[in-house]
């Protein structure tokens, strides 16, 4: 990247990525985007949005590591849909929770259920296109498949599900 970073996204760049140049570069800023959006939306409205920040590039930076090149941009990709795997799984085990204290009806939860197994597809799919999925990933991966899958089907349940169940 020439010349001194301007906006968020560009210092972004440049302090995760400074080798990064044109399209490299512009596929981190684009991945770096939807991070930084997500980090505001979790800071928002919080005591010290600024700490939040900080924190957050730092697990980024631990994520990353001593990566270069290709093998960073891989790291990005991981982190990134290992926060969605989260927040997928915080989805599916609250659905998996309402079931089980019977707050969510059968047909309702089916369908939710449903629509959330898609959404853990997609993921996994694109967990695929890493290469060597992360363990904390495909954990979390599985987590939410068996959430889901217990909303459609009510056979088998996740371990963190079969912790709340008692």
Request: aromatic residues 4%.
């Amino acid at each position: 990247m020439a010349g001194k970073p301007t906006g968020e996204i560009e210092q972004l760049v440049a302090s995760f990525f400074p080798e990064a140049s044109g399209e490299s570069a512009k596929q981190a800023g684009e991945l770096l985007a939807r991070l930084a959006e997500e980090w505001r939306r979790e800071a928002k409205g919080k005591a010290h949005p600024e700490s939040i920040r900080e924190f957050q590039e730092q697990d980024l930076s631990a994520a990353l590591g001593d990566s270069q090149d290709e093998a960073r941009m891989d790291a990005l990709h991981g982190f990134l849909l290992q926060r969605r795997a989260e927040q997928l799984g915080l989805r599916t085990l609250s659905l998996g929770k309402e079931i089980l204290s019977g707050e969510a009806t059968d047909p309702q939860a089916k369908t939710r259920g449903a629509a959330l197994l898609k959404e853990v597809e997609r993921l996994a799919a694109e967990g695929k296109t890493l290469g060597t999925i992360p363990p904390a990933l495909q954990r979390e991966i599985g987590e939410a498949m068996m959430e889901a899958l217990y909303a459609v089907e009510r056979k088998g349940m996740s371990q963190r599900l079969q912790r709340e169940s008692g």
